[in-house]
């Protein structure tokens, strides 16, 4: 993508959307290509297709005038990642160079122009924090990845998809309950403290400091029609890019998912 136009002499606006649909075959069902021709983003992150490639079919896989790219899990119906861009990218680059994470279809980047897009689905803790090691791990590898893209290329990075982490006690409804829960604790949000300290910045909260929504709710208790929620699903940014982007959205109208998809439309 090229954010400037010399022709015309003007910034051009760029709509990347991050989704994660919890099942790209289910969600397909329920009016996917719709939701894509409708909000017609540059660029679709989405995360958990839970599926393979060879399992996908042109109704998923071609939608209106997108390439799309998908990166799988080893295991069959886990985890995995897919980015549907208008532009066809420079390079896409499957997952972030270490097996342990790149086995579960963790991340998927497109190279542009000016910059990389990143669709990353980040670990589950797990009940008792019994996978906690494992996340941590993958958070360093995930900014180690993107340091290095910045280094080498001198390009803008967005960090898109579901970070299972609530950041803050506004992220979520119940913090308290929650601060050793998964998806809240203390090491968690450390880790996204390292993110941020390292330059990068939340898009969302950076230009929405005090607003109160939420990006994903639990199927049970009828937890999304009362707004009982947590924000996990981020667009993270390095300094640079932010001072393109004009607006952060969490798109809560849109439905099909337990999540709901998360935007950013630059200057």
Same mark, same amino acid.
């Given at each position: 993508?090229?954010?400037?136009? #010399? ?35 540059? #660029? ?5 297709? +839970? ?14 005038? =997108? ?20 532009? +066809? ?11 342990? $994470? ?9 190279? =542009? ?7 990353? =689905? ?5 009940? &008792? ?35 299972? #982490? ?21 090491? &968690? ?31 049970? $208790?009828?937890?999304?029609? +009362? ?39 630059? +200057?």
């Amino acid at each position: 993508m090229t954010w400037y136009n #010399v022709q015309n002499k003007r910034w051009i606006k760029i709509n990347i959307i991050s989704w994660n649909v919890n099942g790209i075959r289910a969600i397909s069902k329920k009016g996917f290509d719709k939701f894509v021709l409708e909000y017609n983003p540059n #660029v679709l992150c989405i995360q958990e297709t +839970k599926a393979q490639l060879d399992q996908l079919g042109e109704e998923i896989t071609q939608i209106g005038n =997108y390439h799309s790219y998908f990166f799988s899990a080893q295991k069959k119906g886990y985890s995995s990642v897919a980015i549907y861009s208008k532009e +066809k990218p420079i390079q896409i680059i499957e997952g972030i160079g270490v097996q342990e $994470f790149d086995d579960e279809g963790r991340v998927l980047t497109a190279e =542009y122009k000016n910059c990389f897009v990143l669709s990353v =689905y980040a670990p589950n803790a797990q009940p &008792e924090l019994s996978r906690i090691a494992y996340r941590e791990r993958f958070n360093d590898a995930l900014l180690a990845f993107t340091d290095k893209l910045q280094k080498d290329q001198g390009k803008d990075v967005f960090i898109c998809g579901d970070l299972n #982490v609530a950041h803050n006690e506004i992220d979520l409804t119940n913090p308290g309950p929650n601060k050793k829960n998964p998806g809240f604790s203390d090491q &968690e949000r450390a880790k996204f403290n390292e993110l941020l300290n390292a330059g990068y910045i939340d898009t969302f909260r950076h230009l929405h400091p005090t607003e109160v929504k939420y990006s994903w709710w639990s199927y049970r $208790f009828s937890a999304r029609a +009362k707004n009982i929620g947590w924000r996990i699903d981020y667009v993270v940014v390095n300094k640079d890019a932010m001072k393109k982007i004009k607006k952060a959205e969490i798109l809560n109208e849109v439905l099909g998912s337990d999540h709901c998809p998360v935007q950013i439309i630059t +200057k």
